[in-house]
């Protein structure tokens, strides 16, 4: 389709001059929006809203069997794994060893105390899972050949879901289990 | 190495050709049987991208039913042909995502390039790499069309498929280099010959897309040669995931933008004249593909945020380069948004909003690309909110996702290249246009389709329904506990099936019927390339050219660039994965019949 032709008086129209002047001040924003952006997530990381994995040699990875964050998948006998649920530690905090298989996890149900550090480490015995904790900022990634740690806690009772959302096969859909969240002893 | 303008020089005078504001004239080509062989391979790739674009497009509704909670999966017609949500999803994604898009970009961005420069390019090696993509095609649909490499998109190993179809989707992806090398070497040709010229804009624009393309499949390409081929023919005890993933992402991100710069290239330079408008700033426009071509690469990592063993501070440089990406898709909005105030100035429009109206809105064409670009607003804000390191773990992997990408990739891309057909396709074979209104009405479906299937996908998302899983066949309560409270988005998503149903018939009836029609118009007559006017053009020599200009024209230079910035950002962090690499075996987990599953220990 062409330009219609005018039907009223030409119009003034739009000239390099305007456009250039308007062009930067948006380049200005754009940029100043970006790091800002940038400024605002390093922020919310670094005062701990989100529950950081732990990479190589982090904290947890003094492990048995599990070196720079990795673990044979085929070989879980002698690693933590072998049983997988919750310690409580003597001070006072939790650790859960998990073990994502097609299509459940291990441990089925965990209970974990409200208000208490909890460690999670979790590493799958096949294919790619994820481990998602409804509600929560909790999401991450469950790979064969490697563990995931973080550190979160939990500040109200109740029971949670967990979803595996990262696609393992036929039965995906039905990969769930529960965190029951207690809330602490008086 | 292009010819370098002369810097040490004092800054020459500003002086632009009187007829640079002018639309630009493709050069003619003489050769009319090269011309109808350049036009006839074109169509052929685009014709091929929408065959695939049907059938993918045929298998959306029945996603967007399980999303609503109904499981058509387990129909006795449909499950002769399908064997599960899975496969169904698969081919929905591979076809959609890599099969149309591919094949669409490689005719549409040859044959641009090619007309701009009036070049003569060698037709038996474009016809070649024709035929190489769709022997790919063939060998990989193979597996998928019998449940044998139902790995959704990602295809993430341990998950094993057929090796048919690794194999044929690396053949596919290497056409496309062939395609990208052609107009590359093209333009290096047409630089010795024009030294001291600036590329052409439509030019410039498509060498910096395929240089950015041959950037950005490195990591597709290192994954399948160097770990998924050797894996699944048993030349290594097992698969690192992980490594495989990085790669993936290498190429998976940038790909995103290997689709969406297509589609900007049309809404710089041709949309200006479909909607009877001026382009804003070539200068501007070559800045924004530059900053595509350097910063588009070296951010794949923020899909990785939930793997472990990648250091966080990694995940953070990419994020904060993911957040730069933003800026030239910005200045994209203020240039088309430009251009489109102009255009409907220049067709009476007065006032601040009520000069709208007077844009031609019974244009299929520039309708399809108004509502892409409208669609694409969501999709960029839902894109920075996904890359970011804070907010991803709330929305990662869930139905969040897919409705974030069906209005950027579903919509502005796949919208705008539709909308292209309507003239491109008469433009290459000299047909009409059939039911300009039916095409019109596919447009608006399409696009309210979309809303209602974001809408609905953001929102089941944020209450936690995780994406790809077939939700509607789920059994234990807990799961219906969850998703209680999400009928009023599952419904959303369900009615946004019929609508895009409805839309994808209507268009491909105007699409099939257009192409199946005779020949009556001289193609390169009746609907010439569209190319605008411009207020601010770059002019044709660099020595007069401003400084923005001979900055971004050097772009063999800029490309070593792109590749040093990318081996920075994942040089380091692949190092570190290959060094630890852990090997696992594979795993099979998708057919149906539980007892054949499970892991090849002997591996």
Redesign the interface.
């Known amino acids: 389709m062409t330009q219609s032709p005018f039907k009223q008086s030409p119009v003034k129209r739009l000239t390099h001059a305007t456009m250039e002047k308007y062009e930067n001040v948006w380049f200005g924003i754009a940029t100043a929006m970006s790091v800002l952006l940038a400024v605002a997530v390093f922020a919310s990381f670094v005062s701990g809203t989100v529950p950081r994995l732990e990479g190589e040699g982090g904290a947890g990875h003094h492990l048995q069997g599990v070196v720079n964050g990795r673990v044979d998948p085929r070989n879980l006998a002698g690693t933590p794994f072998s049983k997988p649920g919750v310690v409580d530690n003597a001070d006072g905090t939790q650790t859960v060893f998990v073990v994502a298989r097609a299509f459940a996890f291990d441990p089925g149900t965990i209970r974990v105390k409200a208000g208490v550090p909890v460690t999670f480490h979790i590493t799958s015995g096949d294919v790619l899972h994820g481990y998602y904790v409804e509600k929560t900022n909790i999401n991450v990634s469950v790979i064969p050949g490697q563990v995931s740690s973080f550190t979160t806690t939990f500040k109200t009772p109740g029971p949670l879901n967990i979803v595996c959302d990262e696609y393992c096969g036929t039965g995906h859909h039905n990969m769930l289990n529960k965190i029951i969240v207690e809330a602490p002893q008086p | 190495m292009t010819v370098s303008p002369p810097y040490d020089t004092p800054a020459p005078q500003r002086t632009l050709e009187p007829d640079a504001y002018r639309a630009r004239v493709a050069p003619a080509i003489g050769d009319a049987a090269y011309l109808a062989s350049l036009k006839k391979v074109t169509q052929y790739y685009v014709a091929t991208a929408f065959i695939a674009l049907f059938i993918g497009v045929l298998l959306g509704p029945l996603q967007a039913f399980n999303y609503a909670g109904i499981n058509v999966y387990e129909n006795p017609i449909l499950k002769a042909l399908l064997k599960?949500y899975?496969q169904g999803l698969s081919l929905h994604g591979v076809l959609n995502a890599l099969v149309f898009t591919q094949f669409f970009i490689s005719g549409w961005l040859l044959y641009l390039p090619t007309r701009d420069m009036g070049a003569r390019i060698n037709m038996k090696f474009a016809w070649g790499t024709y035929i190489m993509m769709t022997a790919g095609l063939l060998i990989a649909a193979v597996p998928l069309l019998l449940n044998k490499a139902t790995l959704?998109y990602t295809f993430?190993p341990?998950?094993e498929g057929h090796w048919a179809f690794y194999v044929g989707a690396t053949i596919m992806v290497a056409a496309s280099l062939l395609v990208a090398g052609q107009v590359v070497l093209t333009w290096v040709g047409w630089k010795k010959q024009n030294p001291g010229q600036v590329t052409p804009l439509v030019t410039f624009m498509s060498v910096s897309l395929w240089m950015m393309w041959l950037v950005c499949s490195l990591g597709l390409v290192a994954e399948a040669l160097l770990v998924l081929l050797p894996w699944v023919f048993g030349l290594r005890p097992g698969v690192?995931?992980?490594i495989a993933?990085t790669l993936f992402w290498w190429t998976g991100h940038a790909i995103v933008y290997f689709w969406l710069l297509p589609a900007y290239i049309s809404w710089y330079a041709f949309l200006p004249?479909?909607?009877?408008g001026r382009i804003?700033?070539e200068p501007?426009a070559r800045l924004t593909f530059v900053m595509f071509l350097l910063n588009s690469t070296p951010v794949g990592i923020h899909h990785?945020y939930?793997?472990?063993?990648?250091?966080?501070t990694w995940k953070?440089i990419h994020?904060?380069l993911t957040?730069?990406v933003?800026?030239p898709s910005?200045?994209t909005a203020?240039?088309i948004a430009?251009s489109l105030?102009?255009?409907a100035?220049?067709?009476?429009g007065r006032g601040l909003f009520g000069m709208l109206t007077h844009l031609?809105w019974k244009?299929p064409?520039?309708v399809g690309q108004i509502l892409a670009m409208v669609s694409f607003i969501g999709g960029g804000a839902g894109g920075?909110i996904t890359a970011?390191?804070?907010?991803?773990?709330?929305i990662?992997?869930?139905a969040w996702i897919p409705g974030h990408f069906h209005i950027t990739v579903g919509t502005a891309v796949t919208q705008t290249f539709m909308a292209i057909a309507f003239w491109l396709v008469p433009h290459l074979t000299g047909k009409r246009l059939v039911a300009p209104k039916v095409a019109l009405a596919s447009m608006w479906l399409w696009f309210i389709g979309m809303m209602f299937f974001a809408v609905g996908m953001h929102w089941e998302g944020l209450l936690?329904v995780?994406?790809?899983?077939?939700?509607s066949?789920?059994?234990?309560p807990?799961?219906k506990e969850?998703y209680m409270h999400s009928q009023i988005p599952m419904a959303l998503t369900g009615i946004s099936g019929v609508i895009l149903l409805l839309a994808g018939l209507s268009f491909f009836y105007v699409l099939f019927a257009t192409l199946l029609s005779p020949r009556v118009d001289d193609a390169e007559a009746a609907t010439p390339l569209p190319y605008s006017e411009t207020?601010?053009p770059a002019g044709r020599s660099l020595r007069g050219a401003s400084p923005l200009v001979r900055a971004t024209e050097p772009l063999l230079a800029l490309w070593v660039v792109a590749f040093a910035l990318v081996a920075l950002m994942y040089g380091p962090v692949l190092m570190?994965l290959t060094q630890?690499a852990?090997?696992?075996?594979g795993?099979n987990?998708?057919?149906?019949v539980?007892s054949e599953?499970g892991?090849n220990?002997q591996r």
Not at chain 2, 273 to 276: C, E, P, Y
Not at chain 2, 388 to 394: D, G, H, K, L, T
Not at chain 2, 473 to 476: E, P
């Open positions: 599960s899975y959704l993430y341990p998950m690192d995931p992980l993933k004249k479909q909607a009877g804003v700033s501007l990785q939930a793997d472990p063993n990648i250091s966080n953070m994020m904060f957040f730069l933003a800026i910005l200045l203020f240039s430009g105030e102009d255009a100035r220049a067709r009476g031609p244009d064409v520039v920075i970011s390191f804070a907010f991803s773990p709330v990662h992997n869930t936690g995780p994406r790809r899983a077939l939700i066949a789920v059994a234990l807990i799961y969850g207020i601010s570190r630890n852990s090997l696992v075996p795993c987990y998708y057919t149906t539980q599953v892991c220990e």
